[in-house]
């Protein structure tokens, strides 16, 4: 199932069977699966602890660490669709609305190759 052929929807319905087909919606609150998507992010972060920027690369070229780096991203994911499952949220349309009010936020010919804090909007 590749990015290119498959569907958040899809992703979403395998998470929500998943989670049914072991009887753990009474788990799957928007607390739960919040921190979870927290303490996953963190064992991600983990990974890159102390790794200086110049051997990320030679970090990633390593399959072991890869694959766990892989799991990591995966996890993260797989709450996040559940959570959007509970709550009820259009993740591609939550996602495209983000990006607009960031376009607006962020306009490229302001911020083009670097980054600032942007000013408060009075």
């Known amino acids: 199932m590749p990015d290119?052929?498959?569907t958040v929807a899809e992703l979403?319905?395998?998470l929500a069977d998943f989670v049914a087909q072991r009887q753990w919606q009474k788990y799957h609150d928007a607390k739960n699966l919040s921190m979870s998507i927290a303490i996953e992010t963190a064992e991600l972060?983990?990974?890159f602890q102390w790794v200086r920027n110049e051997e990320l690369a030679a970090l990633l070229e390593d399959p072991d660490r890869r694959a766990?780096?892989?799991d990591e991203v995966a996890d993260i994911a797989c709450?996040?669709?559940?959570?959007?499952?509970?709550?009820?949220v259009d993740l591609s349309a939550a996602v495209e609305a983000k990006i607009a009010r960031n376009a607006v936020k962020y306009p490229v010919e302001q911020f083009r190759?670097?980054?600032?804090?942007?000013?408060?909007?009075t």
Request: proline residues 3%; without cysteine.
């Open 12 to 14: 979403r319905q395998r």
């Open 79 to 88: 709450y996040l669709f559940s959570l959007a499952n509970v709550l009820g």
């Open 4 to 6: 290119q052929t498959t």
């Open 45 to 47: 972060m983990e990974h």
């Open 68 to 70: 766990e780096v892989v």
């Open 113 to 121: 190759g670097h980054y600032s804090k942007p000013k408060r909007q």
